[in-house]
């Protein structure tokens, strides 16, 4: 499955074993998680609505957040990587990951060109791993 910003696949994994696969395989191609947020229950607090799982990893690799940094200062708007590990209303589970090749049409910057392919390939891994 691919959309203009983002790719990913069906797992056949329950949502708890995807949450565990997701961040074992980021971690291997050098991504941490920096933040996450539990939408779910977040809307079951906020809102008393009932909803699937569905959890956002913010995914670094700190060395080309660094690199894109450096090059573009104002990109931190854009970062970290989301990942969304989410259940359907048929309750299968899918892991779907933001298209850093989208902020390629943002932002002018070879530099940043060059670590998005890296990123996006990087993530692609992971996507295949899981």
Do not use: W
Request: with cysteine.
């Amino acid at each position: 499955m691919k959309t203009t910003y983002n790719f990913g696949k069906k797992v056949d994994l329950s949502f708890e074993e995807a949450v565990q696969r997701t961040r074992d395989e980021l971690a291997i191609e050098g991504f941490g998680v920096l933040t996450e947020i539990d939408v779910a229950a977040t809307m079951k607090k906020k809102l008393d609505k009932q909803m699937s799982p569905y959890l956002i990893l913010g995914a670094c690799n700190p060395p080309l957040a660094l690199k894109t940094i450096e090059a573009e200062p104002g990109i931190g708007a854009l970062l970290p990587c989301n990942v969304v590990i989410r259940v359907d209303s048929k309750g299968d589970v899918f892991v779907e990951f933001m298209d850093p090749s989208t902020i390629l049409t943002l932002i002018d910057n070879p530099v940043v060109h060059k670590v998005a392919t890296e990123v996006k390939m990087r993530l692609e891994k992971v996507m295949a791993a899981l």
